[in-house]
């Protein structure tokens, strides 16, 4: 099982992920895309990634504004895992026009 991140280790990947916050256990960005069709489309790419790297966001879907919760459950918070997927979805929102900037 993947080990938790200090809260200083936390403060230091959101220093590279600049559009997340901590919100609790959990690593979170919001995004609002040009369509429905467009935030769908990122849900599908996120999807695949989260069932490549077997660890997966909750997404909250409101028409074309997307959620992402990273946290690793089982853990009960914040790992190296949630930090990586959250950059990958940085990656996938890049593409599709969404810099992470």
């Given at each position: 099982m993947a080990?938790?991140?200090?809260?200083?280790?936390v403060t230091e990947a959101l220093g590279r992920l600049a559009q997340w916050r901590q919100d609790g256990a959990a690593l979170v960005r919001t995004v609002d895309l040009a369509s429905f069709s467009a935030a769908i489309q990122a849900v599908v790419r996120v999807a695949e990634i989260a069932e490549n790297d077997n660890h997966h966001p909750d997404i909250d879907i409101r028409w074309r504004t997307l959620t992402f919760r990273c946290a690793t459950h089982s853990a009960?918070?914040?790992?190296?895992?949630?930090?990586?997927?959250?950059?990958?979805?940085?990656?996938?929102l890049?593409?599709?026009g969404q810099p992470s900037e």
């Open positions: 080990e938790l991140l200090t809260d200083d280790q009960g918070g914040v790992t190296s895992l949630d930090v990586t997927l959250a950059g990958e979805i940085d990656g996938v890049e593409v599709l």
